[in-house]
Every structure is written in structure tokens, then in C-alpha cells.
Nanobody, 124 residues
Framework: QVQLVESGGGSVQAGGSLRLSCAASGGTFSSYVMGWFRQAPGKEREFVASITWNGGARYDEDSVKDRFTISRDNLKKMVYLQMNSLKPEDTAVYYC?????????????????WGQGTQVTVSS
């Protein structure tokens, strides 16, 4: 069983930066692919980024490419999402997710463990 706790959300003006963190406990962290998703009010939860055990990253190319960076520290059991050049449309609750797998996926159904989410609000 894996528990995930996100932190680092907040309010920022457009063009600003935030760094989200996700602390994992339980399980063998290095065996899990980790993902970040977000959900805006009235919208479905959507993929942001994922990272495999050895650092292989993928992003939602249309929305966050070249602005967001996902990383992980297997020793600390942490995964991060560095968000730069934030836009109002990035406003959402951001969720950390984990799945016992060597391969990343953009589908919510591919992750069995979820955190409680952290709110990110970007004002114009």
C-alpha cells in the first residue's frame, strides 16, 4: 500500500512559478511509476506528466511542454513538479499518482494510488 501526500500548491500571478512535491510512503518507491494529474472545476482529471523509476519523463505536450518539469528522488521517496511560466489555465487541483509499473501512462486508469491533491491558482 502506497500513501501519497502532495504539498507546494498556492496562489501565484501569471508568469510565476511553483514547485509541487509529493511524498510517498509504503511500498518500494523505485518500483513505481509516478504521475502528476490536474483537475479544474467542471472538467475531467487530466494528465500532466509522468516519470519512470529511472527518470524517463513524458508530458502532456500541448499544455505543459517546456514549462513544467517532473523529477524524482528515489532515496527520499519524493516526486516533484516544477511549474514555470504559469498561466491562468493552469489553475486546478493537482494530484500525485503512483502505479507499480516500469512504464508511464497518461491514463488515470493506469494508476492505483492517489494523493489528496493540492490547489494551484494562477491569477491574470
Amino acid at each position: 500500500q502506497v500513501q501519497l501526500v502532495e504539498s507546494g500548491g498556492g496562489s501565484v500571478q501569471a508568469g510565476g512559478s511553483l514547485r509541487l512535491s509529493c511524498a510517498a510512503s509504503g511500498g518500494t518507491f523505485s518500483s513505481y511509476v509516478m504521475g502528476w494529474f490536474r483537475q479544474a472545476p467542471g472538467k475531467e482529471r487530466e494528465f500532466v506528466a509522468s516519470i519512470t523509476w529511472n527518470g524517463g519523463a513524458r508530458y502532456d505536450e500541448d499544455s505543459v511542454k517546456d514549462r513544467f518539469t517532473i523529477s524524482r528522488d528515489n532515496l527520499k521517496k519524493m516526486v516533484y513538479l516544477q511549474m514555470n511560466s504559469l498561466k491562468p489555465e493552469d489553475t486546478a487541483v493537482y494530484y500525485c499518482a503512483a502505479q507499480f509499473s516500469r512504464y508511464g501512462t497518461r491514463w488515470t486508469s493506469g494508476y492505483g494510488y492517489w494523493g489528496q491533491g493540492t490547489q494551484v491558482t494562477v491569477s491574470s
